[in-house]
């Protein structure tokens, strides 16, 4: 910290600060308007390298070499199709050859028993660079299908389908999610300053913060092979704009209160850079540390986005730490207009209201923590109503677009596994026993070995009796893919949608059962090393868990009760684990490292008083600001971002108003000077001077 309050904090050195980062900026900030080329949304970069439906794709690609996903155009008339409607969907099926992005032979129409419907079959290249271009193709195979006689309906679906929904739905995510949070921040900013100038500089240093950390991580992705998705650029987002405005608010609060005991305003931020600094690094590098661990996940997105965020982070702390001290200061005190801090004003929170609310608390802490802990592990409760087995393609989706309104037509006019059949890659030798063992399973239909072979390899299509987005036809791969593993000399792989929706989950326990203990490791060690103790941060853990377990009761009675959502994503508990136990420990940082700055001074049950005085203002305005970017994600029309959203914001908010605001202060107060052991804070004399009313130095 002496090294960087060297730097920005000289009368000279700030315009330096601020010329460097200009020139960052004209390097790298331009290329983060690119960041949408090098995104990887395919479902090659998701899934785990190891898993069956991986291997077998690689296999695919080879037997079809141009990447192909199938668009399935199902016509539908209530009364049964007529001849204009047979000869409008022959007619088109010529057509459909012609559109640029169809790569291969367009199918034969394929009318249902009922008479009811019919529908082409249609190959869609699915380029590397991810799922615009298949949303181009699939609009204009709609504009194809669109012009038939009146009352005749046309839907677009399987996998294309369903891809070009999904691109439909995160198309232009990055802008929204930068609106939204913005939004977010100016008003909240406005509210906590109550200037018209102030919240001008915190907004401009989260800006560049989050301009440069997306330049940095596309040259990563262009030239050293990090991945990035639309998923990995949404959290980037509205982590950096979360945390960066949290580490703003923490920065400006000291950097006032010092205004007040220093005339000079350099002095001033030099000794407000080297007090708050401490906690935002420690907590900087607590979401960075938290993201990391997400390296040792089987799934590849998940993988991803773990430096994809820490780069965000590590980028955006070096920018409140630098950038924003060097504009304070070379702005001055008239920035706080119309309420400037004056040299020699008495300190506001000494006596103010968080002041009063810890004394109170310091006269009954037991009762505090103990209702506090009993309240949140009665909400705890309502997780058991989680359903995180994965989300239907019908669930994924706030509203019910094309895709899945199509997938129920041909469910209900056709068997309900035709349209995403289980795709069998086997030796062509054994192609035949292959179809056989396939044939013979329960729960698939039918099963079918195509004519498509190289480097001597089969396809087997086998269509399963349930959807293929169902529970009973993730079972059914299970049987299939024993039955197939067991033909000898096969090397026979099950592939398709139902068998990456299985292997993802099965990932996604994994990675569970790795990454949220070793979560929970590298956190416990930065807090240890931060507040030279292990029972503090034992006790921070315990209660941040609790609150994570609260979060995700109250939210699983939302999600089915009031949102009436279908389930949660496989990904969804690890990532809202992540996110607040990685952000919800912040707010414990900023509070007890100034419990540790006061606790020498005025012993710890008087220092928690002083600490929640002191941090009780800009730890609730933060808290406000994380919790109001996440929610931005409730703005997105996909599932699994709405609940993200609301989980963590809901979250952040308990740690806010309940876990750093009564059960963290009255733990503290209720142990004493205990809770610093086993350093020397712990050996020092067991009497301490009681918490008065009376207005503390901070």
């Given at each position: ?18 010329a460097?980062?200009i ?20 479902i090659?970069?998701w ?20 990447h ?35 790569r291969?032979t367009?199918g ?33 195979l ?5 012009t ?20 439909a ?14 939004l ?41 092979g ?14 950096v ?25 350099h002095?001033a ?43 965000g ?22 920035v706080?207009?119309p ?29 505090v ?47 309900a596994?035709?349209g995403?059949?289980?795709?069998v890659?086997a030796r062509?030798?054994q ?8 044939a ?15 480097d001597?390899w ?9 959807p293929s ?37 099965d ?10 203990p070793?979560v ?11 507040l030279?103790?292990?029972l ?20 699983a009675?939302?999600?089915d ?6 389930g ?50 800009v ?6 600001v ?7 994600l ?6 699994s ?5 609301f ?13 750093r ?13 205990a ?24």
């Amino acid at each position: 910290m002496g090294a960087i309050v060297r730097a920005v904090c000289g009368r000279r050195t700030k315009w330096l600060t601020l010329a460097v980062w200009i020139v960052v900026v004209g390097g790298l900030g331009g290329l983060g308007s690119k960041l949408a080329e090098v995104q990887k949304n395919d479902i090659s970069a998701w899934l785990p390298a190891g898993a069956e439906s991986t291997r077998a794709l690689t296999i695919l690609q080879r037997l079809q070499p141009d990447h192909t996903v199938e668009a399935q155009i199902v016509y539908v008339r209530a009364g049964g199709l007529t001849a204009a409607d047979k000869a409008k969907v022959d007619a088109d099926a010529r057509a459909f050859a012609s559109v640029p992005g169809v790569r291969g032979t367009v199918g034969t129409p394929e009318a249902s028993p009922d008479g009811a419907a019919v529908q082409v079959r249609v190959p869609v290249e699915l380029p590397k660079t991810g799922w615009d271009q298949v949303k181009t193709t699939a609009d204009e195979l709609r504009g194809i299908a669109a012009t038939g006689p009146a009352g005749l309906s046309v839907h677009i679906a399987g996998q294309a389908g369903y891809t070009a929904d999904q691109a439909a739905a995160y198309g232009g995510i990055d802008g929204v999610l930068l609106a939204v949070a913005a939004l977010v921040v100016i008003v909240l900013l406005l509210l906590t300053y109550r200037s018209p100038v102030l919240w001008l500089l915190p907004l401009a240093a989260v800006s560049v913060g989050l301009m440069v950390s997306q330049g940095l991580i596309y040259l990563l992705a262009r030239d050293a092979g990090l991945t990035i998705d639309a998923q990995g650029s949404a959290v980037l987002t509205v982590i950096v704009f979360g945390v960066g405005t949290d580490y703003a608010l923490l920065l400006i609060a000291r950097y006032r209160e010092e205004l007040r005991r220093h005339e000079d305003r350099h002095e001033a931020m030099a000794v407000a850079l080297r007090r708050a600094g401490s906690a935002v690094v420690a907590s900087a590098a607590t979401v960075a540390a938290g993201m990391l661990c997400l390296m040792f996940a089987q799934m590849r997105s998940t993988k991803g986005l773990g430096p994809v965020v820490a780069i965000g982070v590590a980028v955006t702390v070096v920018a409140m730490l630098t950038l924003l001290p060097a504009l304070l200061t070379a702005c001055g005190r008239w920035v706080f207009w119309p309420v400037r801090p004056v040299h020699g004003a008495p300190e506001p929170t000494g006596g103010g209201a968080w002041h009063r609310l810890g004394t109170w608390i310091s006269g009954r802490a037991r009762t505090v923590w103990l209702v506090s802990a009993v309240l949140l592990a009665i909400a705890a409760l309502g997780a058991a109503d989680l359903r995180l087995g994965g989300l239907s393609n019908e669930d994924t989706f706030v509203d019910r677009p094309d895709s899945v309104v199509g997938q129920r037509v041909i469910e209900e006019h056709y068997a309900a596994g035709v349209g995403d059949p289980a795709l069998v890659v086997a030796r062509a030798g054994q192609a035949e026993q292959v179809r056989a063992a396939a044939a013979g399973v329960d729960g698939v239909a039918a099963a079918a070995a195509g004519p498509v072979t190289s480097d001597g390899w089969v396809l087997v299509t086998a269509v399963l009796r349930d959807p293929s987005d169902s529970a009973a036809a993730r079972e059914a791969i299970g049987r299939l893919r024993a039955a197939v593993h067991a033909v000898p000399g096969a090397g026979a792989l099950v592939g398709g949608d139902t068998a990456v929706r299985l292997d993802i989950a099965d990932a996604s326990r994994s990675d569970n059962r790795l990454i949220i203990p070793l979560v929970l490791l590298v956190v416990f060690g930065i807090l240890a090393g931060l507040l030279r103790s292990l029972l503090a941060p034992l006790l921070l853990m315990a209660t941040v868990v609790l609150s994570f377990g609260a979060a995700l009761g109250v939210s699983a009675l939302v999600f089915d009760h009031v949102f009436g959502f279908g389930g949660q994503d496989t990904l969804y508990l690890l990532f809202v684990f992540v996110f607040l136990v990685a952000l919800g420990i912040d707010y414990n940082i900023f509070l007890m490292t100034r419990v540790h700055e006061e606790a020498p001074v005025a012993g710890t049950r008087a220092g928690v008083v002083a600490g929640l005085a002191a941090t009780g203002g800009v730890i609730t305005s933060a808290g406000l600001v994380l919790a109001g970017t996440f929610a931005a994600l409730g703005t997105l029309p996909a599932v699994s971002f709405v609940e993200i959203g609301f989980t963590v914001a809901f979250g952040v908010l308990l740690d806010t108003f309940l876990v750093r605001t009564a059960l963290v202060p009255a733990l503290a107060i209720d142990i004493g000077r205990a809770i610093w052991w086993p350093s020397a804070l712990a050996r020092a004399p067991k009497k301490e001077p009681e918490p008065t009313p009376a207005p503390v130095s901070v």
